[in-house]
């Protein structure tokens, strides 16, 4: 009594679309002319670019308009109902509008300029019986809420679920790139999606007792049973396998995981990459180091199996590990330090230079303004090293540049020979002396001995 009573809170009641109605809804919606297909030509192109761009919004975007839930829903619907005139055009209307997303979305991507197969593309590439789950649900959720007057926002939900443009654009996109892997993995996920969206309408209208549009024969009917039952295992059978694999390299993953954070530290090496292929059945660690000895990675081969990791093969590569150079890279390494000695004896070199370059500035501008305190009307001073040909041929060791603002009288040029003679120690030197007022000689040498 209680069980009945529990299951009258899952009739639909007053609440109930009339069978005509609805089913005049589902037939509506199968032709794909007019507004329909502008719609789906848009929601195409959405998916496809944000499939490219890798954004969710945007693909969330074209499964809310897409109107391919359609045709789905009419399939099923119309082998609940006996009505194969439905089945027949509903299946027309699907084979086209799977052909020209297709189509469509392989032109874009052959046309878009950005080939990387993002996370939004590889999610859609390995159905599993997760997936089967999924379409059976929203497949249900969405004929029920056909059936009812109270339709809510249940349908953009389920085409948000089922994603039906999604898988049929990264077809698309692996038939652009050439990538069959991609194309059959998205294309058996609409697959699924398509299958099982069909399989619930049908077992809906049947729950609901809607009504046959004709009486077709027992022969009829057995055959079509035979081939639903037969599509749905050809359809369920191969997830089922994907999903197994996929609960084994998720447990191999998992297991790995915990293999290199218990057993792979080594002492005097850090651990730098590491890498785990659970299709492959592959670990992969790189140390920087001192490097591993044999003992040590057949150690670390026996500690596999203590994390019951079988037939997994284990790759230790060590990188700027200095054991393991060979002679060839010591002599490069040896080449490489003595021209790093080189730059850093020339750097030194230019160092002393400019040190000195720096002291020599110094030193005259200390004598320029003691020479300037000397004689007030000196404008600059400079004194200059004599080229090497000059000091051999006439011996003089610096040269003199005078400038004055009025030229000199003999005082003053005897008062400025005297100074230098003491400033240069006695080194023999060249006084040019010139002025800026005129009238001016055109040079005035004089010369210490």
């Known amino acids: ?70 045709p789905i829903v009419g399939v099923g619907a119309g082998l609940g109902v006996m009505d194969l005139e439905l089945v027949r055009k509903a299946l027309k209307n699907l084979a086209f509008a799977v052909a020209a997303s297709v189509v469509t979305s392989t032109l874009y991507f052959v046309i878009s300029p950005l080939g990387d197969a993002h996370s939004e593309i590889l999610a859609r590439t390995s159905p599993t019986i997760w997936d ?108 089922i396998y994907l999903a197994y ?60 199996l203590v994390h019951d990791l079988k037939d997994v093969q284990l790759q230790v590569r060590t990188g700027l590990s200095l054991s393991e150079f060979g002679s060839a890279d010591r002599s490069r390494n040896a080449g490489l330090e003595k021209q790093l000695n080189e730059q850093r004896a020339l750097l030194a070199s230019l160092a002393a230079v400019r040190d000195s370059l720096k002291e020599n500035n110094v030193m005259r501008e200390a004598l320029l303004a003691e020479a300037r305190a000397m004689d007030p009307g000196l404008s600059w001073l400079v004194l200059t090293d004599a080229p090497e040909e000059l000091t051999k041929k006439d011996s003089v060791a610096v040269i003199v540049s005078a400038r004055y603002g009025q030229y000199p009288d003999s005082t003053s040029l005897g008062r400025m020979d005297r100074w230098l003679n003491v400033k240069l120690n006695g080194r023999k030197y060249a006084l040019a002396v010139s002025a800026d007022t005129l009238p001016q000689p055109t040079s005035s040498t004089r010369r210490r001995r």
Request: positive net charge; proline residues 4%.
């Open 245 to 304: 694999r996929l609960v084994q390299q998720n447990t191999f993953k998992q297991r790995a995981m915990r293999f290199i954070a218990a057993e792979c530290v080594i002492p005097e090496n850090y651990l730098a990459a590491q890498t785990v292929d659970p299709t492959e059945r592959s670990i992969t660690l790189t140390y920087m180091g001192a490097g591993l000895s044999k003992e040590q990675e057949a150690d670390l081969q026996r500690r596999l």
């Open 1 to 70: 009594m209680n069980l009945l009573r529990l299951l009258t809170f899952f009739r639909l009641g007053d609440n109930a679309e009339d069978p005509a109605v609805a089913m005049e809804s589902i037939e509506r919606n199968v032709v794909f002319r007019g507004t329909n297909l502008m719609i789906l030509v848009f929601a195409i192109i959405i998916a496809s670019v944000g499939l490219n761009v890798n954004s969710a919004a945007v693909i969330i975007g074209a499964m809310l308009i897409s109107p391919l839930m359609g």
């Open 132 to 239: 089967v789950l999924i379409a059976t649900a929203g497949g249900f959720a969405g004929i029920i809420a056909t059936a009812s007057k109270d339709r809510g926002n249940v349908v953009p939900g389920v085409a948000i679920a089922t994603a039906l443009m999604p898988p049929l654009c990264t077809a698309g996109f692996g038939l652009a790139h050439g990538n069959m892997a991609y194309f059959a993995g998205a294309f058996y996920l609409f697959l699924i999606n398509s299958v099982f969206i069909s399989l619930a309408a049908l077992a809906t209208v049947r729950w609901l007792n809607y009504p046959a549009k004709e009486q077709a024969e027992e022969r009829t009917t057995k055959r079509i049973r035979s081939i639903t039952t037969t599509v749905v295992l050809l359809t369920v059978v191969p997830s």
